[in-house]
């Protein structure tokens, strides 16, 4: 194989693997058309971030996350790497759920249970990435905070709103 022909391989498995991530954001998207509205009409913990913060945090947050798994997904043919990016699968599969459970659903207890598995799996997941590839494991610290954050406005937000997020 040529060099321009690996460079090409090696773009287009970053491109699946943005794709897959961003796939997954866009299922939790159709759950949150009209989130802006109901966050915004919530009753919310002083230090909750405005509405307009979350798009784009989620999309660096998405793309960071994207490269991680392709990260991993480069030494596959030195290393396994199938448990870890299963992994990153359920963790993305989790991330969507979230929105559908609060944002579509207005589940507030098992939206907070969801996001507290999902710290877990993204904990899990990082770690895993980590063993492999620093860099990979690294690049999803900022989501593990981000989520941590987000567990707990999930929970004030549930807290505060009990008549409408049952």
Do not use: C, H
């Amino acid at each position: 194989m040529t060099a321009q022909a690996g460079r090409s391989k090696e773009f287009a498995s970053l491109i699946v693997w943005l794709g897959l991530t961003f796939a997954a954001a866009a299922v939790g998207a159709i759950a949150s058309a009209g989130a802006g509205d109901f966050y915004e009409r919530l009753q919310r913990p002083a230090w909750a971030p405005p509405a307009a913060l979350f798009g784009p945090v989620w999309s660096v947050l998405y793309l960071l996350m994207g490269i991680a798994a392709w990260q991993v997904w480069r030494v596959r043919r030195q290393r396994p790497v199938g448990p870890a990016l299963a992994l990153f699968v359920a963790q993305l599969a989790a991330n969507a759920l979230w929105t559908w459970l609060f944002f579509a659903w207005r589940r507030g207890g098992l939206a907070f249970a969801e996001v507290a598995v999902l710290w877990l799996l993204i904990g899990a997941t990082a770690f895993a990435f980590w063993r492999i590839r620093p860099l990979a494991g690294a690049l999803l610290l900022p989501y593990w905070a981000w989520v941590t954050f987000a567990t707990a406005l999930t929970w004030s937000t549930w807290q505060l709103n009990p008549q409408v997020l049952r």
